[in-house]
């Protein structure tokens, strides 16, 4: 409820003054509520996000050349100076992750949802601005002075926020894509310290875990009715939230404890199989480089 209602806010504080005040609203109402629907259905974990990896029609493409794609195109969406041209860029990565890909609409959409939410709720620090007199966009009296809107700051906005959604589009092509054992193994043929890919694989793996962990409690609180009313849900949420931490800890000891007895000395093995340059990979590639080339230096004109 409360995602929705920023994002609706923040929607609303970015094309202030740019549309009719009642399309204005409705579209900030439903980009609102559409986010805050997926965002309430998203449970996914790292099992769930390796399997769509694995079913990928791009599963058994070269690691490497995707790293090198996904990397390059991250370089050109942060680099583009016009909002339209970013976000061209990121929707033409998520249909090809779709299309192209095969990881199905509803699941990229809801794995989308979150750090959406997270990038329009960020633009609201660079949209509104304090001044003792009412100008820019929008203007609402608070404490004396007004809370503002200025176009420049909207202009500002409107390109960081599609920068962002460009490079995460970017980021998810790849995420979706590769498993997290291929990525680990392209990054120590890189010379990456062992000990970051034994952090960044165990903190991912758990973190994941976490989420299941809290989301198993909150339903089982919420099924004896431990949210029916406020000050009940107060408590139960501290309830929840406390358990959680010992839960957590008592969990950690039993997973490193299940690791020592496999063998573990410090390194995790993944089972590699050589995924050699196949020419249609490397059409795909270049084609969405050189698109993506394209709209870079068509928002430089």
């Excluded at 996904?70 to 942060?78: H, K, Q, S």
């Excluded at 794995?111 to 601005?129: D, E, I, K």
Aim: charged share 10%.
């Amino acid at each position: 409820m409360i995602t929705g209602i920023l994002t609706a806010l923040a929607l609303f504080s970015l094309l202030a003054g740019r549309l009719p005040f009642l399309p204005l609203a409705l579209l900030s109402a439903a980009g609102g509520l559409v986010l805050a629907l997926l965002s309430r259905h998203h449970s996914h974990g790292p099992v769930v996000i390796d399997q769509l990896a694995h079913r990928s029609a791009l599963g058994q493409a070269s690691t490497g050349w995707k790293a090198l794609v996904c990397c390059l195109l991250l370089v050109m969406a942060l680099n583009i100076r016009h909002p339209a041209a970013a976000l061209l860029l990121g929707l033409m990565a998520a249909v090809f992750t779709i299309l192209g890909a095969g990881v199905p609409l509803g699941e990229y959409l809801s794995l989308l949802s979150l750090p959406l939410s997270f990038l329009l709720l960020s633009g609201l620090a660079l949209l509104w601005g304090y001044s003792t007199a009412p100008t820019g966009m929008l203007s609402v009296p608070f404490g004396g002075g007004f809370l503002t809107v200025a176009a420049e700051a909207q202009t500002r906005a409107a390109l960081v926020t599609a920068r962002s959604v460009g490079a995460l589009s970017c980021l998810y092509l790849l995420a979706l894509t590769t498993p997290l054992s291929r990525l680990v193994s392209l990054l120590r043929r890189l010379r990456m310290p062992e000990v970051l890919l034994q952090l960044m694989t165990l903190i991912y793996r758990y973190l994941f875990l976490l989420l299941e962990l809290h989301r198993t409690m909150e339903d089982a609180a919420g099924s004896r009715l431990g949210y029916a009313a406020f000050p009940q849900a107060v408590r139960t949420t501290g309830k929840v939230w406390g358990g959680l931490l010992f839960r957590s800890l008592h969990r950690t000891r039993q997973y490193f404890d299940a690791m020592e007895s496999r063998c573990y000395d410090g390194r995790l093995e993944f089972l590699e199989h050589p995924l050699p340059l196949r020419a249609k990979d490397l059409m795909w590639g270049l084609g969405l480089l050189l698109t993506g080339l394209a709209l870079m230096v068509f928002s430089w004109r």
